[in-house]
T-cell receptor, first 115, second 110 residues
Framework: DTEVTQTPKHLVMGMTNKKSLKCEQH?????MYWYKQKAKKPPELMFV???????INESVPSRFSPECPNSSLLNLHLHALQPEDSALYLC??????????????FGEGSRLTVL | RKEVEQDPGPFNVPEGATVAFNCTYS??????FFWYRQDCRKEPKLLMS???SGNEDGRFTAQLNRASQYISLLIRDSKLSDSATYLC???????????FGQGTILTVHP
C-alpha cells in the first residue's frame, strides 16, 4: 500500500542492454531520490532531485542516468551495467522544506540482476 | 569515520524484553533524524522521527542528544513482530542528503 510506485519489481538484464527503472508519486512531494541497496547493507544514496532539478549526485558512474520528467515521475536509465550493479534500487520521495528534507517515503524497490 | 554509525548487533532477545539501539552521527549540521524499520526483502518504512525533546509512540521511545550527536531508540515489551532491521537516519539540510546507518538486526524469540 505504498504511495510511491516503482516498476518493474524485478529486472534481469545483460551487460549490453539498455533498460529503465520508473518511479511515480502523487503526494505532491518536491524531492525524489534514488537509493541502491545491496544485501545486508543499508540503502546508499545515488541521486536527489528537488523541484525537478538534480541537486545531488553521489559520484554515481555514468552508466546510471537519472531523469525527472515532472514532479511526479523519476526514472533511472541503465546502460552497460556490470554484474556488481545487481541490487535493490529504491525510489523515495519527501515533502522537503528549508528546515529539512522530511521523512522519506519509499517504493517497494526494483530488484535488478545484471548477468 | 562513517557519517552515521550504529550498534552492530545482532540483538537476540526474548519476548517482553526491553532493548535499546544507539546511533551516532558525524555531521553537526544535520537537522533531520529518523528511525526506520526494514523487514527482509522489503523497503524501509518510517518508525519514528526523532526530536531533541524526545518522543514516544506506544512501546517505542526515541531520543536525540545534539551535544553528543547521539540518537537512541528504546523498545519496551518486545513482540515477535518487532523482529526486523532498524536503521538510524541522519542528515538533511533543506532538500539535502539523508544517510543511513548500517542497520541493527533485532530478533525477538518466544
Amino acid at each position: 500500500d505504498t504511495e510511491v510506485t516503482q516498476t518493474p519489481k524485478h529486472l534481469v538484464m545483460g551487460m549490453t542492454n539498455k533498460k529503465s527503472l520508473k518511479c511515480e508519486q502523487h503526494m505532491g512531494h518536491r524531492a525524489m531520490y534514488w537509493y541502491k541497496q545491496k544485501a545486508k547493507k543499508p540503502p546508499e544514496l545515488m541521486f536527489v532531485y528537488s523541484y525537478e532539478k538534480l541537486s545531488i549526485n553521489e559520484s554515481v558512474p555514468s552508466r546510471f542516468s537519472p531523469e525527472c520528467p515532472n514532479s511526479s515521475l523519476l526514472n533511472l536509465h541503465l546502460h552497460a551495467l556490470q554484474p556488481e550493479d545487481s541490487a535493490l534500487y529504491l525510489c523515495a520521495s519527501s515533502q522537503g522544506s528549508l528546515a529539512g528534507p522530511g521523512e522519506l517515503f519509499f517504493g517497494e524497490g526494483s530488484r535488478l540482476t545484471v548477468l | 569515520r562513517k557519517e552515521v554509525e550504529q550498534d552492530p548487533g545482532p540483538f537476540n532477545v526474548p519476548e517482553g524484553a526491553t532493548v535499546a539501539f544507539n546511533c551516532t552521527y558525524s555531521n553537526s549540521a544535520s537537522q533531520s533524524f529518523f528511525w526506520y524499520r526494514q523487514d527482509c526483502r522489503k523497503e524501509p518504512k518510517l518508525l519514528m522521527s526523532v526530536y531533541s525533546s524526545g518522543n514516544e509512540d506506544g512501546r517505542f521511545t526515541a531520543q536525540l542528544n545534539r551535544a553528543s550527536q547521539y540518537i537512541s531508540l528504546l523498545i519496551r515489551d518486545s513482540k515477535l513482530s518487532d523482529s526486523a532491521t532498524y536503521l538510524c537516519v541522519a542528515g538533511g539540510t533543506s532538500y539535502g542528503k539523508l544517510t543511513f546507518g548500517q542497520g541493527t538486526i533485532l530478533t525477538v524469540h518466544p
